[in-house]
């Protein structure tokens, strides 16, 4: 199977119904290299719908990071009083020096089981405050920000949290 965004790509090596890309060059990360994993789109009714997605992600340009910046602090906060300073040595004195302390691993795209039912792109980070979750960047069809948060294979704060659509936040 080849992506126009993102190149040939190959069943996964653990997934069978999943493919993996090469790594690619991210703008949005001011051209950091990684891979994508795409969940179960040879049995989707709509799989254009993923390129476009895809697409849509590798478009997203450098300055947006700096808009993600409070949500991913925010993140960093709320994880750093949740546990104590003890268990949380990292020290970000600001929403600009954030990304200085997350290290992006790959990409996943999937469809969201219920609700919208619509294509999300997982940004998916290790991060020096929180190593045994991480951190996940996701965005509505690739190009809305829609969730910062652990990574805990949720798409909206609505699914994590069984809440209404209509009490869907970005974290």
């Not at 994993?37 to 300055?63: G, H, R």
Request: net charge negative; charged share 25%.
């Amino acid at each position: 199977m080849k992506s126009k965004s993102i190149g040939q790509l190959k069943v996964h090596s653990d997934i069978e119904d999943w493919y993996e890309s090469e790594a690619v060059s991210i703008l949005l990360l001011g051209g950091h290299n990684l891979s994508f994993t795409i969940e179960d789109i040879d049995e989707d009714e709509s799989p254009e719908e993923f390129e476009e997605a895809i697409s849509n992600f590798m478009a997203l340009e450098e300055l947006l990071k700096s808009k993600i910046e409070p949500y991913i602090y925010k993140n960093y906060l709320e994880f750093k009083e949740a546990v104590g300073p003890e268990y949380c040595p990292t020290n970000i004195p600001s929403p600009s020096g954030v990304w200085q302390h997350v290290f992006p691993s790959y990409v996943n795209v999937s469809r969201r089981p219920y609700g919208n039912e619509e294509v999300y792109v997982q940004l998916l980070a290790e991060c020096e405050w929180e190593p045994e979750h991480g951190l996940q960047v996701v965005f509505h069809k690739g190009k809305l920000l829609n969730r910062v948060s652990g990574q805990d294979g949720h798409l909206t704060h609505s699914d994590a949290y069984d809440l209404p659509e209509e009490q869907d936040r970005i974290c």
